[in-house]
């Protein structure tokens, strides 16, 4: 059987379509359910995770028209951000871009992802610019006060990722740790989030092209075109929408061992049109191969595992505060990537947490404790056994906004 997108989106306005998220689609293939193209009309798959290549761009009043001729330098809460392209001579206002990844220089620990994060929560950010004469004009905008404020990630929403051991003794600082990473061989830290994850799903691009519909960060956008350094075999994504319009629930900040990241989420729906696109939804964890690469190399594979260490494991830690011995510093504290833990209450923030479950590992109490299960490898001649230490994406966000995308297609607010 062969459908259309018309009609599938004709099925749904008249309450007639079947729409799956991608974790309810594989419980049935794991299950041993028979599914066909006729079961199911749309499948919502998602991902979250750190996502490097993303920047905002912001149009910003700062002073009033002819306050000052061209802006030199600006800075929002500290961050550096890169005046133009546009020169907005005289006019008061300024198009700036910032980068996810640019670091404060007046907040610690405080980056791109989280002022993003801030300003979509309505929070108030300091702006600061200087101009080509040198004169400093200061003021402080929320983003209602923007008339532009578009989030564009240049990668995201990878379909390949490969993970990171490291075989030496000595720490290794890194992006893709919440802290540097130790060795030997007993961390390990990985992205992705496996057979939920949109390209996994659509490995051929069929249905994921330029154009296409999505959520990010629960606002609805569209894929722009693949993005930098995609390839065929390692596609990923270019993707934009209007902040105005995103949850901060989905995006943020997320401290590594190299200063402060961003992570986003994101949704793309797959109609179900013909066989060869159902064959491709059956992908499972097991199917999905995860190199593991010697940190130090990144690109080298010194073993294969899969998706399955998503499988049997917790998405989110609980905590033991009696057990607490207030340790000074406090680990979890210190430690955690987007500031989720409560030093003082001993708790977790659920709207916060990223489940990446660090803070699991450095607490010498086990006060946040979570399962994160293990993967072996053969290395250097022995077997392995190694812990997960630290997730940089994060399952429960997918799943959530997998969800969200299928309830605003069967609620029509949400077309394909």
Request: aromatic share 6%.
């Amino acid at each position: 059987m062969i459908k259309t997108v018309e009609e599938i989106q004709s099925k749904l306005d008249s309450g007639d379509a079947v729409v799956l998220t991608a974790d309810e689609l594989k419980t049935k293939f794991r299950n041993g359910e028979e599914v066909s193209v006729d079961d199911v009309d749309v499948v919502t798959c998602g991902t979250s995770g750190v996502m490097s290549g993303t920047t905002a761009l912001f149009h910003i009043p700062v002073a009033e028209p002819g306050s000052f001729n061209k802006a030199k330098e600006v800075y929002l809460n500290g961050i550096p951000a890169y005046p133009g392209p546009c020169p907005n001579e005289l006019l008061g206002t300024v198009d700036v871009i910032l980068y996810g990844t640019n670091h404060s220089t007046t907040i610690e620990n405080y980056g791109g992802g989280f002022l993003i994060k801030d300003l979509i929560e309505g929070k108030e950010i300091d702006v600061k610019v200087i101009d080509v004469e040198d004169n400093e004009f200061n003021t402080t905008v929320t983003l209602e006060d923007l008339p532009t404020a578009r989030l564009i990630g240049t990668r995201n929403a990878f379909m390949n990722y490969s993970s990171f051991t490291n075989p030496d003794k000595v720490s290794v600082k890194s992006i893709f740790n919440a802290a540097p990473l130790e060795g030997p061989y007993n961390s390990f830290t990985f992205s992705g989030c496996g057979e939920i994850n949109p390209l996994q799903n659509d490995p051929e691009q069929k249905i994921i092209t330029k154009g296409t519909k999505v959520l990010l960060n629960g606002a609805e956008g569209v894929v722009i075109d693949n993005g930098t350094r995609s390839t065929p075999e390692k596609p990923n994504l270019m993707l934009t929408a209007d902040m105005n319009d995103m949850k901060s629930y989905y995006c943020g900040g997320f401290k590594t061992g190299m200063g402060p990241e961003i992570f986003n989420s994101v949704a793309i729906p797959i109609p179900v049109l013909n066989e060869n696109i159902l064959e491709n939804l059956k992908v499972l964890n097991k199917d999905i191969s995860l190199p593991v690469c010697d940190i130090h190399g990144r690109h080298l594979p010194i073993a294969t595992v899969d998706y399955t260490v998503w499988e049997d494991v917790d998405y989110r830690p609980t905590t033991e505060p009696d057990m607490c011995f207030n340790c000074i510093p406090c680990l979890p504290a210190l430690y955690c990537p987007t500031n989720a833990y409560d030093k003082d209450t001993k708790t977790v923030n659920s709207e916060l947490c990223f489940g990446c479950g660090y803070c699991s590992m450095v607490c010498p109490r086990g006060i946040p404790s979570i399962n994160m299960g293990s993967i072996s490898i053969e290395a250097e001649g022995k077997t392995r056994k190694i812990d997960v230490t630290c997730r940089q994406s994060d399952k429960k966000r997918a799943l959530d906004i997998s969800e969200e995308l299928k309830t605003k297609i069967l609620d029509g607010s949400f077309k394909l």
